[in-house]
């Protein structure tokens, strides 16, 4: 089946304008999560839905972040105002549900903030 | 702050030698995954080892976990140019839903 898709998967932006990342999970994977991973680090957790429950938030740098899930599939993640230090790769993840099940990635969105 | 710290941050072997990446954690857990990740992009899933195991076979993957040192190793045997890339442990917190990945091991296998 589908795996995780992004979009775009390429984003250049001027510092200041908003951009908006999307992710589309897994069909039936309940669980989503949204990690910012800058060149030759690791991954940073940002945010983490779960079916129908408020989203766990804490990840989140700053209030420029914020993300939202529709009908519990699509999700987009939105960075208002960018700075250069936006500038990374943002992955989207699916998984099962509420448990730890492995983690299904998207190929990621690289954006660059000039 | 990182729950996961690999070692080596870099390691390159030669074609058809072993890898070996040591994984080192802070907290309890329930699981311990390690993923693959080519080229910067999405990483893939390779293996999980729970808190109550302490090694795991998959093809030429062995991991082992030993939650007293709080640690796991992955080894990758006979090693392909195609396993160049970077390999992450990732540790979900007790309780806790999330993962929180290590800042990673890059593999170079020269042909």
């Known amino acids: 089946g589908a795996g995780v898709s992004q979009s775009p998967s390429n984003k250049v932006t001027e510092k200041g304008k908003d951009v908006e990342l999307r992710c589309d999970p897994i069909s039936g994977h309940t669980a989503l999560y949204w990690y910012r991973q800058s060149l030759g680090q690791g991954l940073e957790f940002l945010i983490y839905f779960q079916g129908n429950s408020a989203p766990d938030k804490s990840g989140l740098p700053s209030d420029r972040f914020s993300a939202e899930r529709t009908g519990g599939s699509v999700s987009t993640l939105t960075i208002q105002r960018t700075q250069q230090e936006d500038s990374a790769v943002y992955l989207c993840a699916s998984s099962l549900g509420r448990q730890t099940y492995e983690q299904y990635f998207g190929p990621g969105t690289r954006l660059t903030v000039t | 702050s990182q729950q996961g710290e690999e070692d080596p941050q870099a390691l390159s072997i030669q074609e058809g030698e072993n890898a070996t990446m040591n994984c080192s954690y802070k907290?309890?857990?329930?699981?311990l995954q390690w993923y693959r990740q080519n080229s910067g992009r999405g990483l893939v899933h390779l293996i999980l080892i729970r808190s109550n195991e302490r090694e795991k076979h998959s093809g030429r993957l062995r991991v082992t976990l030993d939650t007293s040192k709080k640690s796991s190793s992955l080894l990758i045997t006979a090693s392909r140019a195609a396993d160049t890339a970077s390999y992450f442990c990732a540790t979900d917190v007790y309780s806790s839903y999330k993962l929180i990945f290590g800042s990673g091991t890059r593999l170079l296998v020269r042909p």
């Open positions: 907290t309890s857990i329930n699981n």
